[in-house]
């Protein structure tokens, strides 16, 4: 685990990782939205072994960004998270839908570096 | 992965032409038949995407994305090795050489051709129809260039059709924010699903919804303006009306061009003539879908019955015995607020059927059922409430287990009675769409297994309700999957050890499974709220935002604002007792005009500013809290409001100051954090003008002191609240309502409001009132200690976190961009004020300018 020299949250957008905020800024268990330079928006949570997820922000129910406004949960083992506005579940490794097999999130590689 | 062909000879071919709802479930056929591994499989798609769910189409626009409508993935095609041409029609085939050619020019042989090219709308040959500004409904190519249109410049929209679909167009429409005709040549909407009764109820729901019918009239011309864009339409009836766009609904005809092109048989009114295999006039070639006209002489236009024509037709193809000699016509529309449903022989065409109404014009409701004169039912109508169809519809072709007049009247009139899916027998089809019986859905044990096992649900979803009624109940009452106790359990377990922290409680006391995990999106909240209301007494911090609490709470509690749906928030002051000074309401006013806020008064007697950004929020409640205002908790499972009446000071017939007490009242309880929120009101006299008989605890006035009523709940499931004791001084009352509160919060479950608390714990009201008046349990003191604590260790949430520079930090939408607002919360212009831009939601994030991608 971390150190006491700063650590960051980086998302892989093509070939580059791009370096989204320092870890600390992250509260496990809850989640922040970072603005992507085409203009897209990902959901960035840690959970309480430190590890990073991202996902795309918005709800595809709703069509609002919210995403990252949610809170994260556990389900057979598998880490995901609740949209705050009609509350359907996103695995948060695969993006897919606990609550509904058609519809998913994009999901984007992460690190935490 | 399929193995590449090695077979050494060539496979036969299988064509498919039109890649629509019906093509697609005809390809699933054909897999689950063995067909794709046997043939080589050629699809023509003609639009420019792959089939979708064309019966949802309307769902575009509250919010489901061209993807999400899709009904196939490129794993299913990969898998089954089917090529599929999108955007590449079929324009023309040989039956002699057996080969298809398309738009594209490439050429397929085909051993087996199948047709399932849908219908077009049908456009009335009026003069001014292929006007800039002319629409059908049918694609969701259609759809995006309405409401491109609409956006760009059209506040008036007018429908051509009042069926079905044309109802739905207008809904769509009037959400777009268009002021929306319905023009209906038949002298009723709906003609074909309802008779004259239901119309005239439909017609009231309609008008109601705020659009403007023209039924009995005919659309003679569309009127275009200098630009040669839509300006208005002129009816038979001589009338004009001035409209900016046209959507013409005025039914669908099969697109059977290739066909007859290619001279194989097709109806007089149109159709490609099928047998019961749905072969066509030439034994190679199949016809499925809206484009058929079936054995049965008719053309469907539901999305049913083209299913089973497409499974009939793979069967066939694969040797199998199928046959397809005619379905059910029930339909249900889907347009929001409007319930509407027909089913079987609607119209009473059966030789002695006898019908069974009801009507009530009042609540625009009708219903009507066709009955034989053995006491079969035949079919029947529902406008205004469909509750029943999804139990009616199944039973169609049986004699009902109660009388028929019983089935059609309210509850709550005659001898009313609960039937429910329980009555209907195994074989009784319950999903229309996909044509799932009771059977095969009890065979399920969840929502999404039902879905997933059977489709049952997937289709047109007005079948859920009975689903959801047929599925078992399970017997294990604990919190949720993470926790096993009840949250009572749990509330005890956190008093008794002290547990400061959901991941120690979770750890030591979840479910073998849950433990080291996250917990979830049911207990996290449940258990932040159990934490935070022993606060004081278990030694954790108060502040609902510090430390690992933080990640318990719903977005509401985080933000401390209340989430609205295009991801803004919005903000609610106190206002305790309703009472405000003049200058306290221009500060509100103020702030709101300051910041574009939408303001509302609400239903409890305060104020709501709506549309606030995350990041407008401190800067918001800045000038609040420096005016005096703090939060008024109507983002949290805490007090909400108490109301009052104006009271003895001002009313003739007050006989105690009801304002006084209820302020008292709001200010003791503010911040208490319940299992569920809590309403409180204060009336002056029995007269009961601030409504405390439906609050969790409600105070009515008496000369001699204060009655305590509990229990009371507005909402979906009302109920009159209970008297609890009477004549009460006010140090009394208020300590009664201590222990009352206490001893709810400690006993009640996660979301369970005082009403449904009080009606289901064992004892009662005569228990609780043992326990809060005549402390049978001798644990008042204890009660009235955990209240006193809470009392001295209020604190306003907001000013807290306006000190806190850690805590503002929260507030921004992205923590990469600090200063950048949201772009995709966006407003537009309502009534002089603003509401969120939902076709903004519902297209989803654009790119900002300037962007690469
Ligand atoms: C703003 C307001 C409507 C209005 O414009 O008047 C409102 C708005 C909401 N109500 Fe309400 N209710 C409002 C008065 C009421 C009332 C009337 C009253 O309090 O006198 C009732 C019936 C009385 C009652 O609760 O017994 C009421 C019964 C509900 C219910 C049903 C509760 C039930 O027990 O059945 C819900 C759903 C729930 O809480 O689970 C609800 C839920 C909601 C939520 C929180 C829904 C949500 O989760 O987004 C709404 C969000 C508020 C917001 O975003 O600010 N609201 N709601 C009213 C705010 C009052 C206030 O000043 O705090
Ligand atoms: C707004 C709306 C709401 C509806 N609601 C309901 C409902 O609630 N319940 C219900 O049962 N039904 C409903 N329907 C009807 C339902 O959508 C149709 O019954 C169903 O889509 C028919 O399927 P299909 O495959 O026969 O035709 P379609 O889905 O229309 O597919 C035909 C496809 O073939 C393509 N095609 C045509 N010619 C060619 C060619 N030469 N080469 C290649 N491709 C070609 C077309 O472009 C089209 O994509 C609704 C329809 C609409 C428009
Ligand atoms: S409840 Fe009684 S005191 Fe209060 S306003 Fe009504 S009549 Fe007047
Ligand atoms: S009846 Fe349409 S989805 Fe079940």
Redesign the interface.
């Known amino acids: 685990m971390s150190g006491s020299t700063s650590v960051s949250i980086q998302l892989r957008l093509e070939e580059d990782w791009l370096e989204?905020?320092d870890r600390t800024?992250?509260?496990?268990?809850?989640g922040?939205?970072?603005?992507l330079?085409?203009?897209?928006?990902a959901a960035?949570f840690l959970?309480?072994e430190g590890r990073a997820y991202a996902i795309d922000n918005?709800d595809?129910?709703?069509?609002?960004?919210?995403l990252s406004?949610?809170?994260?949960?556990?389900?057979?083992?598998r880490?995901f998270v609740?949209s705050?506005?009609l509350?359907q579940?996103f695995d948060l490794e695969t993006g897919r839908c606990?609550?509904?097999?058609?519809?998913s999130v994009a999901v984007h590689p992460v690190r935490v570096a | 992965m399929p193995t590449p062909a090695q077979n050494p000879l060539p496979r036969p071919t299988l064509v498919l032409i039109g890649h629509g709802m019906v093509g697609q479930r005809f390809l699933e056929a054909a897999a689950a038949q063995g067909l794709t591994a046997s043939h080589r499989v050629v699809v023509l798609c003609e639009e420019p995407r792959p089939a979708y769910d064309r019966v949802q189409l309307t769902s575009y626009f509250a919010g489901r994305t061209p993807d999400e409508l899709s009904l196939t993935d490129r794993a299913f095609l990969d898998e089954h090795g089917i090529e599929l041409y999108v955007g590449d029609a079929a324009e023309s085939f040989d039956r002699e050489a057996r080969t298809v050619t398309a738009r594209s020019g490439a050429v397929f042989p085909y051993d087996k051709l199948v047709l399932a090219t849908g219908s077009y709308p049908f456009v009335p040959p009026v003069p001014g129809k292929d006007a800039t500004g002319c629409f059908v409904y049918r694609t969701i190519e259609d759809l995006l260039a309405i409401e491109e249109y609409a956006k760009r410049r059209a506040t008036t929209g007018a429908v051509v059709g009042g069926g079905l679909l044309g109802l739905e167009a207008a809904g769509a429409l009037k959400g777009l924010g268009l002021a929306t005709h319905v023009v209906e040549f038949a002298p009723r909407l709906m003609p074909v699903q309802v008779d004259e009764g239901g119309g005239a109820a439909l017609l009231r729901t309609i008008t109601g919804m705020g659009l403007t019918v023209h039924t009995g009239t005919g659309t003679q011309e569309i009127v275009t303006g200098e630009d040669g864009a839509v300006s208005g339409m002129k009816l038979s009836d001589g009338s004009e009306v001035a409209t900016d766009l046209v959507v013409f609904s005025a039914g669908v005809r099969p697109r059977d061009q290739l066909a007859r092109d290619h001279g194989l048989t097709v109806g007089e009114r149109g159709g490609i003539t099928v047998d019961e295999q749905c072969r066509t006039s030439d034994p190679d070639v199949y016809a499925i879908g809206e484009c058929a006209l079936a054995a049965d002489g008719r053309v469907y236009g539901l999305v049913a019955p083209g299913y089973e024509m497409a499974q009939t037709a793979a069967a066939d193809i694969a040797a199998q015995e199928a046959s397809f000699t005619g379905a059910d016509l029930s339909t249900k529309l889907k347009l929001l607020g409007v319930d509407v449903a027909s089913f079987g022989d609607a119209h009473g065409a059966a030789e002695g059927c006898l019908d069974v109404v009801y009507t009530d014009s009042r609540s625009g409701t009708y219903k009507k059922l066709v009955m034989s004169p053995d006491g079969e039912l035949l079919g029947g109508i529902l406008v205004g409430d469909a509750e029943q169809y999804g139990v009616l519809r199944p039973l169609t072709g049986t004699v009902p287990p109660v009388p028929a007049e019983q089935l059609v009247l309210p509850a709550g009139a005659g001898a009313p009675v609960a039937l429910g899916p329980e009555a209907l027998p195994g074989s009784a089809v319950i999903c229309n769409c996909h044509n799932v019986t009771k059977d095969a859905i009890c065979a399920c044990s969840s929502l999404p297994e039902v879905k997933k096992c059977t489709k049952a649900g997937t289709g047109c979803g007005s079948c859920l309700k009975v689903i959801g009624q047929l599925l078992p109940k399970s017997g294990d009452d604990g919190l949720c999957g993470c926790f096993g106790q009840t949250r009572q359990e749990l509330y005890e377990i956190v008093r008794a050890l002290r547990i400061t922290s959901f991941r120690e409680l979770l750890d030591g006391h979840g479910r073998e499974g849950a433990r080291g995990g996250e917990g979830c999106d049911e207990c996290k909240p449940a258990v932040g709220s159990i934490i935070a209301s022993l606060a004081p007494s278990i030694g954790a911090k108060g502040y609902v935002l510090d430390g690992e609490q933080a990640a318990l709470q719903d977005t509401n509690d985080h933000f401390l604002a209340n989430l609205q749906k295009n991801g803004s928030y919005s903000v609610v002051p106190r206002i305790p007792g309703g009472e405000i000074t003049p200058e306290k309401l221009i500060v509100i006013g103020e702030v709101a005009r300051d910041f574009g806020l939408y303001t509302k008064i609400t239903g409890g007697q305060r104020i709501d500013l709506f549309g606030a950004r995350v990041e407008q929020l401190p800067m918001i409640w800045t000038r609040l809290v420096d005016a005096g205002f703090e939060s008024g908790h109507a983002y949290g499972k805490a007090l909400r409001t108490v109301k009052s009446c104006v009271g003895q000071t001002w009313c003739r017939y007050g006989v105690q100051d009801s304002v006084r007490m209820a302020i008292d009242l709001e200010l003791r309880y503010r911040g208490l954090r319940a299992p569920h929120k809590l309403k409180s009101a204060v009336s002056g006299c029995a007269r009961e003008c601030a409504e405390a008989q439906s609050k969790d605890f409600g105070v009515i006035a008496t000369a001699s002191g204060w009655n305590l009523y509990v229990g009371g709940n507005g909402g979906a499931t009302p109920r009159h609240a209970d008297l609890l004791a009477q004549d009460l001084g006010d140090a009394e009352l208020v300590r009664l309502i201590d222990r009352f509160l206490m001893f709810y919060i400690r006993t009640a479950d996660r979301l369970e409001r005082t009403a449904a608390w009080l009606d289901r714990i064992d004892g009662g009201l005569d228990h609780v009132r043992d326990v809060v008046v005549h402390d049978s349990l001798g644990i008042c003191d204890e009660l009235e200690s955990l209240m006193a604590a809470h009392v001295t260790h209020y604190r306003d949430e907001w000013a807290e976190t306006l000190d806190d520079p850690e805590r503002l930090a929260r507030f921004v939408s992205f923590v990469n961009a600090p200063g950048v607002p949201d772009p995709t919360v966006g407003f537009v212009p309502e009534r002089d004020q603003i509401k969120p831009d939902l076709p903004l939601l519902s297209i989803g994030p654009r790119p900002l300018e300037g962007a690469t991608r």
């Open positions: 989204i905020c800024q992250l509260v496990p268990g809850r922040l939205a970072a603005l330079p085409d203009g897209r928006q960035l959970d309480r918005r595809p129910f709703t069509g609002a960004a919210v406004r949610g809170l994260l949960g556990t389900e057979q083992g880490p609740a705050p506005l509350k579940r606990l609550d509904d097999d058609e519809v």
